[in-house]
């Protein structure tokens, strides 16, 4: 009886299977006998027998070698193989077209480079300017990581005009629920958009809990939360590719049915922020760029230009806060080299046109993988139900950005159009598109509370910019709605007591213990630009901690997902991971190498820490510190908020977030 069995399985980095099969027809070795086959080849040597199988997925190739029977010099021929193919197909990455809009189109200008892309676009509403949006999301992201010092956007410099607001926030996304809310306890409130006001590149999902947290700051009342939900699913799952990973690992299918669970209406939310923001007298300009801001001793002044009619403005506040995203000069700025340590570019759509039998709008995916490793990514797709029997899906892949490859957001589209009927059986021509979704999502892995700079005098970043990011599915998004009673009530208490100096400001943050200690899991779905890995190692690290959840009780999993998790469920996953797949760590390594285990140790001591002393403080201290508050803060107002921010840590860096003060709005 014949035992085939598999040598290897290895991704060629390149959609082009037929010049792989090609090559592979006219590879030669002395003394093996090979005869093309419509897939590949077949090996003879002696008595042994091979055959090499290639097909593509995802747009890249992949390649299988079998034995049917054994023959001498199988070892030397196979490592020959597998260096003639790196060397034959290196990873390319693409560079970004120099492109010239005043001579032709975005469609004309980018057809050649990415035809599936300017189709699609073109069919969509918006589609010019969203593509517009697309390449130049993605160019000012390549400048930023090739070059993060070249743009310096804050001096320091005197500024004698008395300030205008007390708060002018730059991005109107994020931006605009921090700032209604500041608006509304009495803070005379500027907010600066370069887009037209209300329009976004995603849409956001969360969950009805963390939903409370805008009524319990008295932002929305709990009926205008419902009218902002445009869909609720119910049930959403978690799962990855594993016909290649050992059967012991492969995870069943986690269901999460409260988590992303709610899909917004990202349009009518921030129309109700702001007209929440202008209500309480603050104002929005859009269409207007920042430029530059000065830092005075006791104001900040924002240059921006308007890109409706180009005129230039000079406008102060006491204090500027930076909520622009990954596209943030602040950012790059303020942290040199290190902005962010990774990035999720995400690409998708939402659409009609649905099929039930191939679209269920009951469920969600809220991570799901179904291929392995494709030309030195690990795509992940997500999809959520919307409004009016619309879908939003997204396709993404977690990335460390080097000035090699620092992520293409274009060249993601091109294999989100040609690879969505792989993951759904669907014909794209039927769908109708209602609108592009993209971005760039950052994370920044902090060891210690204070290791990230978030502010400097008179400016503090919040969401994307201050890479506040779920090492696993929340965007700045849920970071920032989970984290906006500390970071509200700590910026009301600077500002109060004139607290904006670099010092008071960076530590108005939302550092958690628990998601620093989680990073690992992201850096396990990062392939090094440059390296090799076997194909399905990615899903084979993700069905094995995927497996364990779906194994634990729901609320385990929940709390996990969420950021929620404390120093004791995390600890026994940990090691309940290394006794289900002791050889996990070795996984990892080629994924992190030593210095970021190292580091990654030392972050776990970190939590450590601090989990043993919330248990010890969190049940008495912050209700002391409460007491305490009308002498403290009279007498010590830079110690009352050092000492503020740490009791709110407390809790938030164990994944115990809470509403410590209800905070008092104006009418």
């Known amino acids: 009886m ?18 792989v099969r ?82 032709q189109t975005i469609f004309a200008a980018l057809a050649d480079h990415y035809p599936e892309t300017v189709r699609h676009f073109q069919r969509m509403p918006n589609g010019a300017y969203d593509l517009q949006r697309v390449y130049w999301w993605e160019q000012r992201w390549r400048q930023s990581v090739r070059n993060p010092r070249l743009n310096s956007v804050l001096f320091r410099a005197e500024v004698k005009t008395a300030p205008a607001y007390d708060l002018i926030y730059v991005g109107g996304a994020l931006g605009v629920i921090h700032a209604a809310v500041m608006a509304r306890l009495g803070y005379r409130v500027l907010l600066v958009e370069r887009l037209p006001f209300g329009r976004m590149n995603r849409e956001w999902n969360i969950s009805r809990s963390e939903l409370q947290t805008l009524i319990d700051l008295n932002l929305f009342t709990a009926a205008e939360v419902e009218r902002l ?57 859009d269409e207007w760029e920042f430029r530059r801001a000065d830092i005075g001793e006791n104001a900040v002044a924002i240059e921006i230009q308007s890109l409706r009619t180009g005129e230039s403005k000079r406008v102060t506040g006491r204090l500027l806060v930076d909520a622009m995203g990954t ?32 679209w269920d709008r009951r469920y969600g995916d809220v991570l799901h993988s179904h291929g392995d490793i494709s030309r030195g990514r690990q795509l992940i797709w997500e999809l959520f139900p919307g409004a009016n029997d619309e879908l939003t899906v997204y396709l993404f892949h977690y990335h460390q950005p080097c000035p090699q490859n620092p992520g293409s957001l274009l060249e993601l589209y091109e294999d989100f159009f040609h690879i969505l009927p792989e993951y759904r059986r669907c014909d794209l021509a039927e769908l109708q598109w209602v609108k592009a979704t993209f971005g760039y999502i950052p994370g920044h892995f902090s060891s210690t509370f204070g290791e ?33 009673p500390r970071l509200t009530d700590l910026l009301d208490t600077a500002l109060r007591h004139d607290l904006l100096g670099a010092a008071p400001l960076n530590a108005i943050r939302a550092y958690q213990g628990n998601s620093s200690v989680t990073w690992l899991f992201s850096k396990g779905m990062m392939v090094p630009t440059g390296k090799q890995l076997p194909p399905a190692h990615v899903n084979a690290i993700l069905n094995t901690f995927f497996g364990l959840l779906a194994q634990a009780p729901p609320q ?12 004791g469920e995390f600890t026994a996953m940990a090691l309940q991971a290394a006794w289900t797949n002791p050889a996990i760590l070795l996984w990892i390594l080629p994924l992190t190498g030593w210095r970021e285990i190292g580091r990654w140790l030392w972050s776990y001591l970190v939590f450590t820490w601090e989990a043993a002393v919330s248990s010890l403080l969190l049940p008495w201290w912050p209700g002391l510190l409460r007491r305490w508050q009308p002498w403290l803060e009279r007498y010590a107002p830079g110690l009352w908020l050092a000492l503020l921010a740490r009791s709110y840590h407390l809790g938030y860096g164990v994944g115990r977030p809470r509403v410590e003060r209800r905070l008092s709005v104006t009418t």
């Open 2 to 19: 014949v035992v085939i069995q598999e040598l290897l399985y290895r991704e060629i980095p390149t959609p082009a299977v037929s010049e």
């Open 22 to 103: 090609a090559w592979l027809q006219g590879w030669t070795v002395p003394g093996l006998e090979m005869t093309p086959m419509p897939t590949g080849l077949r090996l003879r040597q002696g008595s042994g027998e091979w055959t090499v199988v290639t097909w593509e997925l995802q747009r890249t190739t992949y390649l299988k070698v079998f034995r049917w029977r054994p023959g001498a010099g199988e070892r030397q021929w196979l490592r020959q193989l597998t260096v003639d193919l790196a060397r034959r197909f290196p990873p390319q990455y693409q560079e970004l077209p120099v492109i010239d809009l005043e001579r």
């Open 229 to 285: 939900i445009a869909c609720e699913y119910a049930d959403g799952f978690h799962q990855f590719y594993w016909p290649e990973v050992p059967p012991k690992l492969r995870a069943k299918i986690l269901h999460t049915p409260t988590v992303l669970n709610i899909a917004l209406d990202t349009q009518q939310l921030l129309a109700l922020a702001g007209q929440k923001l202008r209500q309480a007298g603050g104002e929005i300009w």
């Open 327 to 358: 596209a943030s000069p602040i950012a790059w700025q303020l942290n040199g080299g290190r902005a962010f340590d990774s990035v999720c570019p995400t690409v998708g759509a939402v659409f009609k046109g649905l099929d039930p039998q191939v």
């Open 452 to 484: 990230r700079r978030v502010a400097w005098e008179r400016v503090i970043s919040i969401g994307d910019a201050a890479a506040l990011q779920s090492p696993l599915v929340f965007t700045g998004f849920g970071s920032l709605v989970r984290n906006l």
């Open 556 to 567: 385990v999993a929940e709390r996990f997902i969420k950021d929620r998790s404390g120093w």
